[in-house]
């Protein structure tokens, strides 16, 4: 046999190797077997996170001088709709902030009365689910007390984050959303941020409001809201999973 | 010279051997994969986009290719194929190193987790089982006499020239083995864990003091990465000294406990 030849054979056979290697993860990936055993570890991952994070433990808060120079924005950098561009050109004049659904008073709020209910500030950090972390600092409208304004129905057991940008294009699915339970809507640390290192918050950050939940990995941070929504299931929204990245794979309970 | 078969591995040593190996091997593809999703690593608790000590990326060449570029603590090199850029995509590793082998982060961190699980909780029973049975300190720990330097440094002699104990010797481990499995189940194995609850912000919350411990958020996950890249190595050379030292005799060990070895009558 040439050099060539085997070569040739040598380089076919790591090739074949490699395709059957590809091909049986790939297979494995779509097992039915693999998938119920993976969507068991699933069910104990959330199990584990609850049982740990019962307790309104506070995510770590940092000092001034650990803010990142240059905080990363990831998702919808702007919304391109005409009702959000309209918001826009008048600087969130007549934007307001719905708070409906399962509660005893619906609220229509404009920024000066989000600026009004109780605030908190905190420096956190913010890991997106890709790996990367920034530090930031923001402030806002503590939900739990706004919750409470509202008042929640007794059947009340999700809170849903009703966003203006289309991140997943035109149709019903396309909207960004997301949604809490309650223990983590009451959380201290739960914000509706309107203003991000000391300045109104961006557009590529989601001005005028977004959510901070910071226990929890960055898709969670619904930017953007417009509205709020009390549920007793979200099966019925979107894709039923009860956000746009969870409609997508991603875990509802993104504490990892 | 006759051939006699000891019992080796008991069956604690083999169950938790293979159902470590399956999960490693799904727990390194699927974290490669997750990887992917931003293939750059940092120390300190957050990520200086500008300044990472490890990235992959794709860079343009004059012909209008894609070269991928791994840059390492300001060193760049071209790792064309393999980091950065792969069938001309731009890629952290190659399809064939991750699990899927198309991009998707979800089915990734959904692999890992499941198999998180399994690898934390049989790695846990063995540590118990291993320390508890006194096979810690019968079979791994270097005895007094394989700890002297002229025994280690004749180990080291007898490892590069690919000579490997015979007979009586090849009762037990030399000492190179095993500092390499302790290595492996004291330090790298639990590192893996630790590092990887760290890079959850729920965790954090919960134990604030370990994330510090190893030096914030980003510096645990290149820790992770660094300590996987470890286990890699060693993966390496295990199964080329298994192939080595003689193929058949160590699976059998590893499958049905028995492992031949000569001796004189």
Redesign the interface.
């Known amino acids: 046999m040439s050099g060539l030849d085997r070569r040739g054979l040598i380089a076919g056979a790591g090739a074949a190797l ?1 395709g059957l ?2 091909a049986g ?2 297979r ?2 779509r097992s039915p077997t693999a998938q119920a ?2 969507g ?3 069910a ?2 959330y199990k584990a ?1 609850r049982a ?2 019962g307790g309104g ?4 808060e ?1 000092a001034p001088k ?1 803010v ?1 120079p ?1 905080f ?1 924005a990831n998702g919808t950098m702007r919304p391109r709709t005409p009702e959000y561009e309209a918001l826009l050109a008048s600087q969130f004049a007549d934007w307001r902030l719905v708070v409906d659904g399962l509660v005893k008073t619906p609220l229509s709020l404009s920024l000066a009365d989000l600026h009004a209910e109780p605030a908190r500030s905190q420096i956190t ?1 913010h ?9 930031g600092q923001w402030r806002g409208a503590r939900l739990g007390p706004l919750l409470e304004k509202a008042g929640l129905a007794d059947s009340a057991r999700y809170i849903v984050f009703h966003c203006a940008d289309r991140l997943g294009g035109e149709g019903p699915r396309g909207l960004y959303y997301e949604s809490l339970d309650l223990a983590d809507a009451f959380h201290p640390q739960t914000l509706l941020a309107y203003e991000m290192n000391g300045a109104p918050l961006s557009v590529p950050h989601g001005a005028p409001l977004r959510l901070r939940v ?4 960055g898709y969670k941070h619904a930017k953007y809201v417009m509205r709020i929504e009390a549920v007793e299931s979200f099966a019925h929204i979107a894709g039923g999973k009860g956000g746009f ?1 969870e409609d ?4 509802w309970y993104a ?2 | 010279m006759v051939k006699i078969r000891i019992r080796r591995h008991s069956l604690p040593v083999r169950i938790a051997h293979w159902v470590n190996a399956a999960a490693f091997v799904l727990l390194l ?1 699927s974290g490669l994969q ?2 992917n ?2 293939p ?1 690593l ?1 120390w300190g ?6 300044r990472p000590w490890v990235a992959m990326t794709p860079s343009g060449s004059a012909d209008g290719r894609l070269i991928g570029v791994t840059e390492v603590a300001g060193r760049r090199f071209d790792t064309t194929n393999l980091l950065g850029v792969s069938d001309g995509q731009a890629r952290g590793f190659p ?2 190193a991750t ?4 991009r ?4 990734g ?3 890992h ?6 690898f934390a909780i049989n790695g846990a029973l063995y540590l118990l089982w291993t320390f508890l049975s006194g096979h810690l300190f019968r079979d791994l720990w270097p005895t007094r006499e394989q700890s002297r330097p002229r025994h280690i440094f004749k180990d080291i002699l007898d490892h590069a020239r690919l000579r490997f104990p015979k007979g009586e010797e090849a009762r037990r481990y030399n000492v190179i083995q095993k500092w390499a499995y302790l290595a492996v189940i004291l330090v790298l194995l639990p590192l893996m864990v630790l590092t990887g609850l760290c ?8 134990a ?1 003091w370990l994330v510090e411990a190893f030096g914030g ?2 510096s645990a ?1 290149t820790i992770h990465f660094l300590s996987a890249s470890g286990l890699v190595l060693f993966f390496l050379v295990h199964l080329s000294l298994v192939a080595l030292s003689g193929l058949w005799n160590n699976l059998r060990s590893m499958v049905t406990g028995r492992y031949a070895i000569e001796v004189g009558e």
């Open positions: 490699g290697w590809l993860c790939d494995l990936n055993l993976i068991r570890g699933e104990l991952t996170q740990l994070l433990q506070l995510a770590k940092f650990d990142s240059a990363k950090r890991d997106c689910v890709e790996g990367w972390s920034c530090i910071e226990r929890q990995l990245w997508r794979g991603y875990e504490g990892i | 593809a997750i990887f999703a931003h750059a940092y608790q957050k990520s200086d986009f500008d399809a064939w699990l899927p082998s198309y998707s982060l979800a089915e961190r959904r692999w987790f499941a198999m998180a699980w399994l890079m959850s912000p729920g965790f954090n919350a919960v604030p958020r980003q996950r």
